[in-house]
């Protein structure tokens, strides 16, 4: 089975400041996909970040990059010069290729509260 | 309207009730998704849709019936719901199937209130 770990439920970060929300995975299969996605409280889940099993680069989108440690099977995510905008839930996830159709396991999420 | 749309975004409903969610895609994609999410617990996948078809049904209630009439729209049916099923719903679509890495789209979700 899946699991997705993410051990920070609350998380506060200075405007400008760089922050690293942890997420840790657990699997058997050799080929899988993680992904960061960021939820404000409107309700929708935005799509940040991928990162591939066989990736040899951390994945990097704008101020969002992903440090991908496959031997510790961690996949953090790194916000760098944080914005007001960026107070939200962000989920780790992981796909997991099944043959018949893709899912996505789901992290409890970390609430980012970026302060003045 | 582009991207994922659900209505309704809000909905109160008795135990006795029957309600119907719907869900649009925007975006060309043949795959689509209902997701449950309850406070402090991670996502739960409930339902796949592949080209119309299901090929996932994560051992939901059957309180819960799902519809694909075509690639863009996703319905999940309700009826007889219990206080427990409280909870926002979320839709998703995303490309290529349901057995590809293509990143899911979310929409903005259905907060379900039973009473």
């Known amino acids: 089975a899946q699991k997705i770990t993410q051990t920070q439920p609350g998380m506060f970060v200075q405007e400008k400041e760089a922050v690293t929300l942890d997420c840790t995975y657990d699997t058997s299969d050799q080929s899988y996909g993680l992904f960061w996605y960021k939820q404000p409280s409107s309700g929708e889940m935005i799509f940040l970040i991928y990162?591939?099993?066989?990736?040899?680069q951390n994945a990097t989108e704008g101020r969002y990059s992903l440090n991908f440690q496959k031997a510790r099977k961690s996949a953090n995510l790194v916000i760098s010069a944080s914005q007001l905008g960026d107070s939200a839930m962000y989920f780790c996830a992981m796909r997991v290729y099944t043959g018949t159709a893709s899912k996505l396991t789901f992290g409890t999420g970390t609430r980012l509260q970026v302060t003045l | 309207e582009t991207g994922v749309t659900q209505t309704p975004r809000h909905l109160v409903m008795g135990m006795t009730n029957k309600k119907s969610l719907k869900c649009e895609q925007h975006l060309g994609h043949n795959a689509m998704y209902w997701y449950k999410q309850s406070a402090k617990k991670p996502l739960e996948l409930m339902f796949v849709y592949s080209l119309e078809e299901r090929v996932e049904n994560n051992s939901v209630p059957s309180r819960f019936s799902p519809e694909c009439p075509n690639s863009s729209h996703l319905f999940l049916h309700l009826h007889t719901l219990q206080p427990e099923d409280s909870a926002l719903y979320l839709c998703?679509?995303?490309?290529?199937?349901?057995?590809?890495?293509?990143?899911?789209?979310f929409g903005p979700g259905t907060r379900l209130t039973v009473l």
């Open positions: 990162q591939g099993s066989y990736d040899e």
């Open positions: 998703a679509s995303s490309l290529g199937g349901g057995n590809s890495y293509n990143e899911q789209f």
